[in-house]
């Protein structure tokens, strides 16, 4: 059974840092990319960050470009999400989701409707 576990959520003030985690079992991690989603109230679900199976090749949303870094420790099957400088506009429920891309040529995905597997979400809130 694939589970993708999140933590490090939780309530920062603006210009303050979080680093989230998302634990992966019950999948062979090392041939999957990752992304981290996220979902504000009122707003359709976006694409934040994503990472290729090897942790070579990523990708970033504009909005957080040189705010966020995304990472991963293929041996602790793990991803994480570094943020800082974070904005009000950062809050809302951010998603881990993986997708096995080791044999379909691409370093990752854009669009949630690639990824297979998801986490359950974690909130973060920006008080300004």
């Known amino acids: 059974q694939v589970q993708l576990v999140e933590s490090g959520g939780g309530v920062v003030q603006a210009g303050g840092s979080l680093r989230l985690s998302c634990a992966a079992s019950?999948?062979?991690?090392?041939?999957?990319?990752m992304a981290w989603f996220r979902k504000a109230p009122g707003k359709e679900r976006e694409i934040v960050a994503a990472?290729?199976?090897?942790?070579?090749?990523?990708y970033y949303a504009d909005s957080v470009k040189a705010r966020f870094t995304i990472s991963r420790v293929n041996a602790k099957n793990t991803v994480y999400l570094q943020m800082n400088s974070l904005k009000p506009e950062d809050t809302a429920v951010y998603y881990c989701?993986?997708?096995?891309?080791?044999?379909?040529?691409?370093?990752?995905?854009?669009?949630?409707?690639?990824?297979?597997?998801w986490g359950q979400g974690t909130q973060v809130s920006v008080s300004s």
């Open positions: 990472i290729s199976y090897s942790g070579d090749n990523t």
């Open positions: 989701a993986g997708v096995n891309s080791y044999y379909t040529g691409s370093f990752y995905y854009i669009e949630a409707s690639e990824y297979t597997y």
């Open positions: 019950g999948l062979t991690f090392t041939t999957y990319a």
